[in-house]
């Protein structure tokens, strides 16, 4: 039976969450609604200002507009449902449901690595080729870096959800997460699922792996110009601002890797619960901090924002 009868004939899926036990479900409903809330305050005010601020209009915030967009869809894609969860007696939730959130989550998932890796690249022009900048990173490459990321994401995740949609579920329909993740699935289908584990690890691995690959050379390039930099304090700012650029980008593509691009025989349902919180929650709502509240321009807009002026470009 493949997933578009068991829509209509087979029993939904039974997403058991973070936890079993009662008494610790109100605290972590309060504990990633914090969350939740913070990162999707974090990043609509990132893009809010970006837009509101013609001071903000070049390539690199126009990309951080898209990264925060981005963030902002992805944790709405399984955390809202994780919160209701935390608190319902019915945790289901139907095939064709399964599949859409899925979608969606590899979708937005492979878009904000696209972007890290964009927005990488944007640095190391900056600082590699300064006097190049303005043609290398026109509104045309930059439109086309976006739409390539966008482009990409739909179509690896439509390749995957159009297999998965062919499995059958003959036995247990309990998945052992707070959402419909692909390794938990597969764990429970009795159909073959040898080529989607091939796909896997070869067009996902692609999609996941060399974003964090240019992203490692865009920032090796970047660390040889900072230590040539005659200021001592230069050189500190610039090394903090990597430092913390390269320790979020870390733990997004480390914890992506570790779950993924491992066979599913090998899964841990809890390690991967835990893994999977860190790149769904933890890092979207670090992103705006890490990549603009501490930056003077982005706290200038805001406070244009919230005061209802107008920044230009002379005024930064």
């Known amino acids: 039976m493949d997933a578009a009868n068991e829509s209509s004939e ?10 079993k036990n009662p008494s610790q479900r109100q605290p972590l409903f309060l504990l990633f609604l914090v969350l939740y809330v913070a990162g999707i305050l974090g990043n609509g005010l990132i893009v809010a200002a970006i837009r ?39 945790r289901s939730i139907s095939p064709a449901g399964c599949l859409t959130q899925m979608y969606f989550f590899f979708a937005l998932g492979v878009t ?20 190049y900048y303005a043609t290398r990173m026109s509104r045309a490459m930059c439109t086309a870096l976006v739409g390539t990321a966008w482009l990409v994401s739909h179509t690896h995740s439509l390749l995957h959800i159009l297999l998965m949609a062919r499995l059958s579920f003959c036995a247990s329909h309990q998945v052992p997460h707070f959402f419909c993740d692909h390794q938990p699935l597969l764990r429970l289908s009795c ?3 040898r080529h989607i584990q091939l796909l896997i690890f070869t067009e996902g691995a692609a999609v996941v792996v060399t974003p964090f690959l240019l992203i490692l050379a865009s920032y090796g390039a970047i ?14 700012r610039a090394v903090s601002t990597c430092g913390s650029h390269l320790a979020v980008v870390g733990l997004f593509y480390g914890t992506v890797i570790a779950v993924y691009l491992r066979p599913t025989s090998r899964y841990e349902a809890e390690r991967g619960r835990v893994a999977t919180v860190m790149y769904t929650v933890v890092t979207p709502m670090l992103n705006p901090v890490i990549y603009s509240l501490r930056n003077r321009d982005v706290q200038g807009a805001l406070r244009a924002l919230f005061t209802r002026r107008r920044i230009s470009a002379g005024d930064s």
Do not use: E, W
């Not at 013609?54 to 869809?73: E, G, I, K, R, W």
């Open 10 to 19: 087979g029993s939904p899926f039974i997403l058991l969450g973070l936890t």
């Open 52 to 90: 509101a601020s013609p001071a903000l209009h070049t390539p690199m915030y126009f990309l951080l507009a898209h990264l925060s967009f981005a963030d902002l869809c992805f944790t709405s894609v399984t955390v809202p449902k994780m919160l209701a969860n935390l608190l319902a007696h019915d």
């Open 112 to 131: 904000d690595s696209c972007l890290l890796a964009a927005m990488a690249y944007d640095r190391y022009v900056a600082i590699r080729h300064p006097l």
């Open 191 to 193: 159909s073959d699922t």
């Open 223 to 236: 660390a040889a110009a900072v230590l040539q930099l005659p200021s001592a304090t230069g050189r500190l």
